[in-house]
């Protein structure tokens, strides 16, 4: 949306918002080349407090986009490589005894950062997921009965290759549940591929890493994020989610529908798509926005559609198209 369209918002200032999100784009954009939804999801979902699912084949730089985006943010970075022997004390951390003090002392695992990067998180074992769960959906970690609160921000980021790659687990329902979004990412175009080939020809020996600036304060994030929730949502819009939501439980290609967690993080998303834009009130279209990303992990095909070659997203559009936008 233009900057002129900003005039009219009086309620809630959000130009600031709006050039945060431009400058980390541009920063972002410096290093990754294309990939403009996958950019503005993460940042959405920070804005939200929302975890994320990164799903692609290797090499098209979902670690890399993970990790500079953690760049762009002023706060704590670690980075987990889930495998089949990794065990809950790996990520959270483990009682030592201290000689000193005669006594045992909690040392922190790399679960206790600000913005965590988990790679392959489908190649670990149900134990090692579970532990990880809880510290996503409650953010907080128990270990030897003494409960650790995570500090803010908190967000995972986690990728994972398709499941037809050799030695993966498909992640349970109501482990997919707990991600805000799952972003699918494609290979580039041919003129994006050109580009990206130009750019390491032209970047010599520079790490990426160094060509990214933070951007964002904590403190900053915080206002912000105060900011999307007073975002207005009339009665119709909230009509108009729970009636695509509703839809998903009883649609004959669908084996499993979205639960009202997803018509939840519809509302917080279309609030935030609205503040990016310089927007103080949701309008359909940011809803038709938010609903690809939040619902490909939540809803199951039937057995039939899949072997037709039918995709979440086909039946998401239905069903989008289906419904009457208000007006």
Do not use: W
Request: proline share 6%; net charge negative.
């Amino acid at each position: 949306m233009e900057n002129n369209d900003l005039n009219f918002d009086s309620r809630i200032p959000l130009a600031e918002l709006n050039e945060s999100v431009n400058l980390i784009k541009g920063e972002l954009g410096k290093v990754i080349i294309g990939q403009q939804n996958f950019m503005e999801l993460l940042i959405v979902s920070l804005l939200v407090d929302g975890h994320v699912l990164i799903e692609g084949v290797p090499g098209i730089a979902k670690t890399i986009t993970a990790k500079l985006f953690a760049k762009t943010l002023k706060t704590g970075f670690n980075r987990i490589q889930f495998t089949p022997d990794l065990m809950p004390s790996d990520i959270l951390g483990t009682s030592v005894f201290n000689v000193k003090e005669s006594d045992f002392e909690f040392k922190k695992g790399p679960i206790f950062s600000n913005i965590i990067l988990i790679d392959e998180i489908n190649r670990a074992p149900a134990k090692t997921q579970a532990a990880l769960f809880e510290t996503m959906e409650e953010r907080q970690a128990t270990v030897d009965g003494t409960t650790y609160k995570m500090a803010n921000p908190f967000m995972v980021l986690a990728t994972q290759n398709p499941i037809e790659q050799e030695g993966t687990y498909s992640l349970p329902e109501a482990q997919l549940d707990r991600f805000l979004f799952k972003i699918k990412v494609d290979y580039p175009s041919v003129e994006e591929e050109v580009e990206i080939i130009q750019t390491h020809h032209e970047r010599k020996s520079t790490e990426p890493t160094e060509l990214v600036k933070p951007i964002l304060l904590p403190k900053k994030l915080e206002d912000y994020k105060n900011k999307v929730h007073h975002v207005l949502v009339e009665e119709k819009i909230i009509r108009y989610i729970a009636e695509i939501i509703s839809r998903t439980r009883n649609h004959p290609h669908l084996y499993l529908g979205a639960s009202p967690r997803a018509s939840i993080a519809a509302m917080h998303v279309a609030k935030a798509f609205a503040a990016i834009n310089g927007r103080d009130f949701v309008i359909p279209e940011d809803v038709k926005k938010a609903l690809p990303p939040i619902l490909n992990h939540r809803i199951i095909l039937t057995p039939e559609r899949e072997m037709e070659g039918m995709t979440t997203e086909n039946v998401i559009g239905m069903i989008v198209e289906s419904v009457e936008i208000p007006r």
